[in-house]
Structure formats: structure tokens, C-alpha cells
């Protein structure tokens, strides 16, 4: 079984793109206990590369796609919103049903890339976070992955056989 990890970015001082020193601090204590991971993907935001670099991990891609749900998807189920929010306005159709489809492709090809047994890390933002795990799992139980995901927190996906099969909230 491969995993991969979807983590929203750490702490920032808004309104800038950098992390803060609790964020690097926070960053650094889920980087004690996760990984390691084969792969390291994040959004070109700032505040995403830092995550994953203050967890201790080597940036190997950074994926514009990542970045922003849009605007449109926004209109539809605006943030902050849930994982069982996200899925309700995934199956309208629309703006989120569009971006999904987008990430689902996204994350296969990253998991078919990744070695058995192999795991990545992917830094991004809210509403990303739970937008990806609707995309990958759209007939899951979204309600056991909770509400929507702070800073560092996100989900795990499991993909076994040439599919997602499970997901797991990571909450700190």
C-alpha cells in the first residue's frame, strides 16, 4: 500500500506569505513525527515550501494547481467549510466537481509514481486540503474526516491496487 499525507500549510503572519515562528516551531514538531517520504510536493506559496521544509523535508516539486480552489469554486462553498461541505458541492457539478477531477489526476499520478510501499507529502492550503480527499475518495464517508482542516493538519490517503481505498484525518 501507498500513502500519501495532504497537509495544510503551518502557521503564518498574516497578511504575509511567510511563516511565523510558531508555525516554523509547529512545522518542525509534525516533521519530528512523521515521514520519511520519497516524494515532496507543495504550492508555490511561501508558506506551503516552508512547511514542508521546517518538517525537515526536501522540496522535489512545486505545483500551481495546489495554490487556490478558485474563484468559482469559493462561490459555490466558500471557506472555511468542511470535508462533508466540500463533497456536497463536489456532487453539484460545478466550479468543485471541475477542480476535483483536476486533483484527482494530480494525486493518481503521484501515487502511481511513488515505489510500493512509498509515501508522499504534499503542502497545501484550506479548502485544498479537503477538496483532495473528495477528489480522490468521492463516494467515502466524508463525515469521519471532521470539520474543516487547521494549520497543519490534513488528511492521509491510502491507495492499494490501482485506487484510493481509505482516508484518515491527521489532526494536531
Not at 501507498?2 to 500549510?9: D, S, V
Not at 501515487?111 to 510501499?117: G, I, M, T
Request: proline share 5%.
Amino acid at each position: 500500500m501507498k500513502t500519501i499525507e495532504i497537509r495544510r500549510h503551518s502557521i503564518r503572519n498574516k497578511p504575509g506569505q511567510d511563516l511565523s515562528e510558531q508555525g516554523v516551531l509547529l512545522a518542525r514538531l509534525i516533521g519530528e513525527e512523521t515521514g520519511p517520504f520519497d516524494r515532496v510536493v507543495t504550492s508555490p506559496i511561501p508558506r506551503a515550501i516552508q512547511t514542508a521544509e521546517a518538517m525537515g523535508c526536501k522540496v522535489d516539486e512545486q505545483n500551481p494547481q495546489l495554490a487556490t480552489c478558485g474563484d468559482g469554486v469559493e462561490m459555490e462553498c466558500p471557506w472555511p467549510a468542511s470535508f462533508t461541505d466540500y463533497a456536497a458541492a463536489y456532487k453539484r457539478g460545478g466550479a468543485t466537481f471541475s477542480y476535483a477531477r483536476r486533483l484527482a489526476v494530480f494525486y493518481t499520478q503521484l501515487a502511481e509514481s511513488l515505489p510500493e510501499l512509498g509515501s508522499a507529502l504534499v503542502i497545501n492550503h484550506g479548502g485544498v486540503v479537503e477538496i483532495s480527499a473528495v477528489a480522490c475518495l468521492p463516494d467515502f464517508d466524508h463525515t469521519t474526516l471532521g470539520d474543516y482542516c487547521e494549520c497543519c493538519e490534513g488528511v492521509r490517503l491510502a491507495w492499494d491496487g490501482g485506487k484510493f481505498v481509505s482516508a484518515e484525518a491527521l489532526r494536531v
